[in-house]
Every structure is written in C-alpha cells, then in structure tokens.
C-alpha cells in the first residue's frame, strides 16, 4: 500500500495554489505589454483606491506578510510607480501612487478587464460566481475565522 492510497482527497492547498498560478499565467500574459505582473498591478489598484494606505494595512488587505509586500512594492518604487513615506511619529510608514502610477493603470486596465472577461467567459456565470464565493470562503479562513460550508453544485444532496 502506498501512503497516497490512504489519502482520502486531494490536498485543498495543492489544488488551490495550481489554481492560482494557472490563472496568474492568464493576468500576467495580458499585462506583460504594460511592464507590469498581477501582482504588482493588485498594489498599485489596492494603493489608488485607499489614496494613502499604511503599509500594514495594505499588506493585510493584499493578504501578504510585510516581508512580501515590501519585496513587491521595492520594483514598483524604483519604477516611479509608488512613492513611501514616513507617518508622522513612529515607524509606520505610508504608500501612494505617484502621476505615473495612476497612468500606468490606466493604461494597463483596458487589458485587466480583457484578462477578466476571458475568465468569466470561460467559467461561465454560475462558475464564476462559485470562484468569488470559494474565495471568499478560503480568505475567511485563512483570516481564522470560522466558515461555514457552502453547498457545491453536483456535490451532496
């Protein structure tokens, strides 16, 4: 008996960060033209639409550690695409958008909005309302918090 026979399902973690560079292959193909990766295009929108956002904030609201985040926003600020500043007193430490990273966007969202409906295209509605709510669903409970389980279509009852 092999130790993979006593496995009772596929490893949710496995599966789920398959998912996550397969569609991040999608994003990054159709923003490559902009000089920009998803992930780099999630910090600067996360950034313009908080105006100024503390950078534990933004790394809580992008669901990374600072170590992470600090390691994505360095290109961008040596793009000239975010500058950072100190906060009045302490260590915290604010981000925004600098002129050229508001442009950047908008030039770079006319093909995020390609990327997007490709996906939805290909997931169909009721998919792609199951991928939000999944999701949602694996954030909570990365968060802790406790979640309740969502019915499956074709699953169950």
Do not use: N
Request: a positive charge; charged letters at 15%.
């Amino acid at each position: 008996m092999y130790m993979h026979d006593a496995i009772p399902s596929p490893c949710a973690c496995t599966a789920l960060r398959k998912a996550s560079r397969a569609i991040t292959r999608v994003y990054d193909a159709g923003l490559a033209a902009h000089g920009l990766t998803t992930c780099q295009f999630a910090l600067l929108r996360h950034i313009a639409r908080a105006g100024e956002i503390a950078l534990s904030r933004l790394a809580d609201a992008l669901v990374m550690d600072r170590t992470t985040l600090y390691r994505v926003l360095r290109p961008a600020e040596a793009a000239g695409w975010v500058v950072t500043c100190a906060a009045g007193t302490g260590r915290m430490r604010l981000a925004r958008l600098t002129p050229q990273g508001r442009a950047l966007i908008a030039r770079a969202e006319p093909d995020w909005i390609a990327c997007q409906a490709t996906v939805r295209a290909q997931l169909g509605e009721s998919g792609w309302a199951a991928l939000h709510g999944a999701a949602l669903a694996v954030q909570a409970l990365g968060a802790g918090a406790t979640i309740a389980a969502a019915p499956v279509a074709g699953v169950g009852a």
